[in-house]
């Protein structure tokens, strides 16, 4: 009945594929993320642009909780730091996308440096109460006269979506919705990758060593404040890239978008995806986004209901979440014991 | 018999720990188990308690318990001073006390209290104290006392001498001669003290890696030395 | 000065409030150990209730004492069929579990009752202003409510068997069992019991917000930081945390940062209060010696 692998995940994963298995696996991934471009319409396309942010945001969130077990329920909290950079950057001084994703990035790293830092001295429940307050705390502080003359107080700011550059339009025919689903892959996909690259190192194996034994860890020397303020400056500059390109596709933001509900929607997508999973940070994404569509049109009351009772079921019955159904289905199939 | 084991069978998880074990303490009479370290001593408490899966047969007073919850053979009278001593350290010596007596109806429970200060009279004196503030000794003090105030048939006791000094130790076991001889508890004592097991019991059994090596009276096994010296290591 | 007084007069009043939701959370921390994040959704579930006992017909203090029935029946069914399941999983588990009932019992209150805000009768009406202009005479009843429940609470834990099994169930599962005391029956309780205060919090802040489904959460927030401040394993101190918060939360909102900011107030004790002396100003430290 566990929500967290003892053992690390990655390391239980399967044995070394061989390179041809690994292209192919590679390809049709490829084959998969592309063919919205062309299969889907303005809208869907738009959908997915969001689930593919909201899964980005969600690996974020699993950095520092899932694979270092620092209960965080404010990650909401970065996703808007990140989109407000964005959206005053462009808005007010005119800045191009480009240019305000690595400062968003930077600027949500800081943030969560800072956060983690008096994190240190909490566990587990104090340190989600914190967290839980600080997301609840967020649009108050957005929503603050003091602020209202960069952040557009209540009303928000909007913004325009990255046109596509001149030398790609020369070639093809790609609307600016094409081209920010593109953008948001080819970012997303970069994140992804550095995830992958720290977790299957030393690196990974020492958060998920912290977070399962942190006397042992200590003991072995490893510097633990050092790991864990590290974790949290990654993960928010993470789910801050995801907040800065949430800003472009969107083409708005306001204090209202940011409730301490968007918190806890990452926190449900991490357990329902996968906890301490990259692929489960994908699924997490395509739930957050698409449930709550479908069920705001049973009731007003629906998503919120059906968000709680899932995440109840999957805590009590699948605690590794969809990514490790998926694991134990592909090994069970290949004959490999799971 | 008070308390009569046959076949026991217990462990953690998917590993066996016991392997069958028939063991007895009779009336009033004190049993000790002795053994190395990891060879199921405090497994077996464990299992006579209802506190790990078990199988097999443990009668108490010629009722079954196997299968029963801890609380309730508790409350058919087993008082358990578990390794750890088991001290409720965020509580008050008076409210260790109180919790010992949780479960009588009897009107006694103030004289019991009274005779425990006067077998402990270091506790009254740390009486409004919180429990983890005394010293090792007193801790164990505590933890037999609050045993006692069950007025429990069996008392089960997982290595009273640990980490305390000689002295204290003395004193302990002075204690549980004392238990013998004014109350009629039978008492089960694992032990790795083998020397002042032996002084104190009936009965000895000695447990190795889960199973029971050798039983017998506890005098016997105390003076054969061929027994001491292989087994006991003394 | 007047305004300072009508401030400190309404945040005592608010702290009020506070109090009795921190004196719900510490209960439950208390019998089990945990935080829980949905009680605020309970509290408001609850005071629904009442209203539509109320609006059945009750006389108010009996539609009172029903609710309270009934909050804490609710309370000992969620901690057996939802905490049960899940009591030896990670803390990873039990967040998450709090805040699936947070969700579901929130917009279950909005889907059963509406969400249109509903008036919400007080008990203590009928007095014009009390104590020279500063305080109404609900906030004069419900602060005296608070304090009441606080001393029945207090005299519960500290002086009766069942408090006291409560509290050595929640610090010594282990030991608890070995005295003869059914632990489970006693976290049950603790749920109950939490989920009956909350109740009361719930229809003493009704009369003041007016009741919707989303009455409580920010109370909720107050209620944590009041409860840490006070510290988390003192039923009195949180009382005392819960009254602090209200006056701080009103004089900084009237006086330094505006009432926009108010509910930072909350957070910046919260993390203060962590951070410099986790066991809160009135907490007990635990001494453990091997």
Same mark, same amino acid.
């Given at each position: 009945?566990?929500?967290?692998?003892?053992?690390?995940?990655?390391?239980?994963? &399967?044995?070394?594929?061989?390179?041809?298995?690994?292209?192919?696996?590679?390809?049709?991934?490829?084959?998969?993320?592309?063919?919205?471009?062309? +299969? /889907?319409?303005?809208?869907?396309?738009?959908? *997915?642009?969001?689930?593919?942010?909201?899964?980005?945001?969600?690996?974020?969130?699993?950095?520092?909780?899932?694979?270092?077990?620092?209960?965080? /329920?404010?990650?909401?909290?970065?996703? %808007?730091?990140?989109?407000?950079?964005?959206?005053?950057?462009?808005?007010?001084?005119?800045?191009?996308?480009?240019?305000?994703?690595?400062?968003?990035?930077?600027?949500?790293?800081?943030?969560?440096? &800072?956060?983690?830092?008096?994190?240190?001295?909490?566990?587990?429940?104090?340190?989600? *109460?914190?967290?839980?307050?600080?997301?609840?705390?967020?649009?108050?502080?957005?929503?603050?006269?003091?602020?209202?003359?960069?952040?557009?107080?209540?009303?928000?700011?909007?913004?325009?979506?990255?046109?596509?550059?001149?030398?790609?339009?020369?070639?093809?025919?790609?609307?600016?919705?094409?081209?920010?689903?593109?953008?948001?892959?080819?970012?997303?996909?970069?994140?992804?990758?550095?995830?992958?690259?720290?977790?299957?190192?030393?690196?990974?194996?020492?958060?998920?060593?912290?977070?399962?034994?942190?006397?042992?860890?200590?003991?072995?020397?490893?510097?633990? %404040?050092?790991?864990?303020?590290?974790?949290?400056?990654?993960?928010?500059?993470?789910?801050?890239?995801?907040?800065?390109?949430?800003? %472009? &596709?969107?083409?708005?933001?306001?204090?209202?978008?940011?409730?301490?509900? +968007?918190?806890?929607?990452?926190?449900?997508?991490?357990?329902?995806?996968?906890?301490?999973?990259?692929?489960?940070?994908?699924?997490?994404?395509?739930?957050?986004?698409?449930?709550?569509?479908?069920?705001?049109?049973?009731?007003? %009351?629906?998503?919120?209901?059906?968000?709680?009772?899932? +995440?109840?079921?999957?805590?009590?019955?699948?605690?590794?979440?969809?990514?490790?159904?998926?694991?134990?289905?592909?090994?069970? /199939?290949?004959?490999?014991?799971? | 018999?008070?308390?009569?084991?046959?076949?026991?069978?217990?462990?953690?998880?998917?590993?066996? @720990?016991?392997?069958?074990?028939?063991?007895?303490?009779?009336?009033?009479?004190?049993?000790?188990?002795?053994?190395?370290?990891?060879?199921?001593?405090?497994?077996?408490?464990?299992?006579?308690?209802?506190?790990?899966?078990?199988?097999?047969?443990?009668?108490?007073?010629?009722?079954?318990?196997?299968?029963?919850?801890?609380?309730?053979?508790?409350?058919?009278? @087993?008082?358990?001073?578990?390794?750890?001593?088991?001290?409720?350290?965020?509580?008050?010596?008076?409210?260790?006390?109180?919790?010992?007596?949780?479960?009588?109806?009897?009107?006694?429970?103030?004289?019991?209290?009274?005779?425990?200060?006067?077998?402990?009279?270091?506790?009254?004196?740390?009486?409004?104290?919180?429990?983890?503030?005394?010293?090792?000794?007193?801790?164990?003090?505590?933890?037999?006392?609050?045993?006692?105030?069950?007025?429990?048939?069996?008392?089960?006791?997982?290595?009273?001498?640990?980490?305390? =000094?000689?002295?204290?130790?003395?004193?302990?076991? #002075?204690?549980?001669?004392?238990?013998?001889?004014?109350?009629?508890?039978?008492?089960?004592? @694992?032990?790795?003290?083998?020397?002042?097991?032996?002084?104190?019991?009936?009965? =000895?059994?000695?447990?190795?890696?889960?199973?029971? @090596?050798?039983?017998?009276?506890?005098?016997?096994?105390?003076?054969?030395?061929?027994?001491?010296?292989?087994?006991? #290591?003394? | 000065?007047?305004?300072?007084?009508?401030?400190?007069?309404?945040?005592?009043?608010?702290? $009020?409030?506070?109090?009795?939701?921190?004196?719900? !959370?510490?209960? !439950?921390?208390?019998?089990?150990?945990?935080?829980?994040?949905?009680?605020?959704?309970?509290?408001?579930?609850?005071?629904? !209730?009442?209203?539509?006992?109320?609006?059945?017909?009750?006389?108010?203090?009996?539609?009172?004492?029903?609710?309270?029935?009934?909050?804490?029946?609710?309370?000992?069914?969620?901690?057996?069929?939802?905490?049960?399941?899940?009591?030896?999983?990670?803390?990873?588990?039990?967040?998450?579990?709090?805040?699936?009932?947070?969700?579901?019992?929130?917009?279950?209150?909005?889907?059963?009752?509406?969400?249109?805000?509903?008036?919400?009768?007080?008990?203590?009406?009928?007095?014009?202003?009390?104590?020279?202009?500063?305080?109404?005479?609900?906030?004069?009843?419900?602060?005296?409510?608070?304090?009441?429940?606080?001393?029945?609470?207090?005299?519960?834990?500290?002086?009766?068997?069942?408090?006291?099994?409560?509290?050595?169930?929640?610090?010594?599962?282990?030991?608890?069992?070995?005295?003869?005391?059914?632990?489970?029956?006693?976290?049950?309780?603790?749920?109950?019991?939490?989920?009956?205060?909350?109740?009361?919090?719930?229809?003493?802040?009704?009369?003041?917000?007016?009741?919707?489904?989303?009455?409580?959460?920010?109370?909720?927030?107050?209620?944590?930081?009041?409860?840490?401040?006070?510290?988390?394993?003192?039923?009195? $101190?949180?009382?005392?945390?819960?009254?602090?918060?209200?006056?701080?939360?009103?004089?900084?909102?009237?006086?330094?940062?505006?009432?926009?900011?108010?509910?930072?107030?909350?957070?910046?004790?919260?993390?203060?209060?962590?951070?410099?002396?986790?066991?809160?100003?009135?907490?007990?430290?635990?001494?453990?010696?091997?």
């Amino acid at each position: 009945m566990s929500a967290i692998q003892e053992t690390p995940g990655l390391a239980a994963a &399967a044995p070394r594929a061989s390179v041809a298995r690994r292209g192919a696996w590679l390809a049709l991934g490829l084959a998969v993320a592309l063919a919205p471009l062309w +299969l /889907l319409e303005s809208f869907h396309l738009f959908q *997915l642009t969001m689930a593919v942010i909201m899964s980005l945001a969600v690996l974020g969130l699993n950095i520092v909780t899932g694979y270092n077990g620092q209960i965080s /329920l404010g990650h909401g909290a970065f996703f %808007a730091i990140g989109a407000y950079v964005t959206a005053i950057l462009m808005a007010q001084a005119d800045w191009s996308f480009y240019a305000t994703l690595p400062f968003a990035a930077a600027i949500c790293g800081m943030v969560g440096y &800072a956060v983690g830092l008096p994190a240190l001295r909490l566990g587990g429940l104090y340190l989600a *109460l914190v967290t839980f307050s600080l997301a609840v705390a967020v649009p108050q502080l957005l929503k603050h006269r003091a602020l209202e003359g960069w952040t557009g107080g209540v009303q928000g700011l909007f913004l325009m979506k990255p046109e596509p550059p001149a030398w790609l339009t020369a070639r093809v025919a790609i609307t600016p919705d094409q081209f920010m689903y593109l953008l948001a892959l080819v970012v997303a996909a970069l994140c992804y990758l550095l995830a992958w690259n720290l977790i299957r190192g030393r690196i990974g194996r020492a958060l998920m060593a912290t977070r399962d034994h942190p006397t042992a860890a200590e003991a072995m020397g490893m510097d633990i %404040a050092a790991l864990k303020t590290r974790a949290f400056a990654v993960s928010a500059m993470i789910t801050g890239v995801a907040g800065a390109l949430s800003a %472009a &596709a969107v083409e708005f933001v306001a204090p209202d978008s940011f409730t301490f509900l +968007l918190s806890i929607s990452l926190f449900v997508g991490m357990v329902v995806g996968g906890v301490a999973s990259i692929l489960g940070s994908v699924f997490g994404g395509l739930f957050v986004l698409f449930v709550p569509n479908i069920a705001e049109s049973i009731s007003r %009351a629906a998503p919120g209901v059906i968000y709680g009772i899932i +995440l109840i079921v999957f805590l009590f019955v699948l605690p590794d979440g969809v990514a490790g159904l998926v694991r134990r289905v592909l090994a069970r /199939l290949g004959g490999r014991a799971p | 018999m008070l308390l009569d084991v046959k076949g026991l069978r217990a462990g953690y998880g998917p590993t066996h @720990v016991l392997h069958g074990l028939d063991f007895a303490v009779e009336e009033g009479g004190v049993t000790t188990l002795l053994g190395a370290n990891g060879a199921g001593k405090t497994t077996t408490l464990r299992a006579v308690c209802g506190m790990v899966r078990m199988e097999g047969e443990v009668n108490l007073s010629g009722q079954r318990i196997t299968g029963l919850a801890t609380e309730d053979i508790a409350r058919r009278g @087993v008082a358990h001073v578990p390794d750890g001593r088991g001290t409720f350290m965020e509580l008050t010596v008076e409210e260790n006390f109180r919790l010992g007596a949780y479960v009588r109806r009897d009107g006694e429970v103030q004289r019991d209290f009274e005779r425990m200060w006067e077998w402990f009279p270091r506790l009254k004196q740390r009486w409004r104290q919180q429990a983890g503030t005394l010293s090792g000794g007193e801790q164990q003090m505590l933890a037999i006392a609050r045993a006692l105030l069950l007025r429990p048939k069996l008392l089960l006791l997982d290595e009273p001498s640990f980490g305390l =000094a000689p002295l204290i130790v003395q004193d302990i076991f #002075g204690i549980l001669r004392r238990i013998r001889a004014e109350s009629g508890v039978g008492i089960l004592l @694992v032990e790795q003290n083998a020397n002042l097991a032996l002084e104190l019991a009936d009965r =000895a059994y000695l447990l190795e890696t889960g199973r029971i @090596v050798m039983s017998g009276p506890a005098a016997e096994i105390r003076q054969d030395e061929a027994i001491r010296r292989s087994y006991l #290591g003394y | 000065m007047d305004a300072f007084l009508l401030q400190l007069a309404a945040g005592i009043a608010t702290g $009020g409030i506070y109090a009795s939701v921190a004196l719900a !959370i510490v209960m !439950i921390y208390q019998a089990t150990h945990h935080v829980n994040f949905a009680q605020g959704e309970m509290a408001t579930l609850s005071t629904f !209730i009442a209203l539509t006992f109320i609006q059945a017909g009750f006389p108010y203090w009996v539609a009172f004492g029903a609710t309270l029935a009934v909050s804490f029946v609710m309370g000992a069914l969620v901690e057996r069929l939802i905490m049960r399941p899940v009591q030896h999983a990670p803390i990873l588990t039990h967040v998450g579990v709090y805040i699936g009932m947070l969700l579901i019992i929130g917009n279950l209150t909005g889907w059963v009752f509406g969400y249109t805000t509903k008036v919400f009768p007080s008990p203590f009406e009928g007095g014009g202003p009390m104590l020279g202009g500063l305080l109404s005479a609900h906030q004069l009843g419900s602060v005296g409510v608070t304090l009441g429940v606080l001393v029945l609470v207090y005299l519960f834990f500290t002086k009766t068997s069942l408090g006291l099994a409560m509290r050595a169930a929640a610090y010594n599962p282990r030991s608890a069992r070995l005295v003869g005391i059914r632990v489970d029956v006693m976290l049950a309780l603790g749920w109950g019991l939490a989920a009956a205060i909350g109740s009361v919090a719930g229809m003493m802040v009704a009369p003041i917000v007016f009741l919707d489904p989303n009455m409580m959460l920010g109370i909720l927030l107050y209620a944590f930081a009041g409860a840490l401040l006070g510290g988390i394993d003192n039923p009195p $101190g949180a009382v005392a945390g819960g009254f602090l918060v209200g006056v701080l939360e009103n004089l900084a909102g009237a006086y330094i940062v505006g009432t926009e900011l108010k509910l930072s107030v909350a957070l910046v004790i919260i993390i203060g209060v962590l951070v410099l002396k986790p066991s809160g100003l009135f907490g007990r430290v635990v001494f453990s010696r091997v």
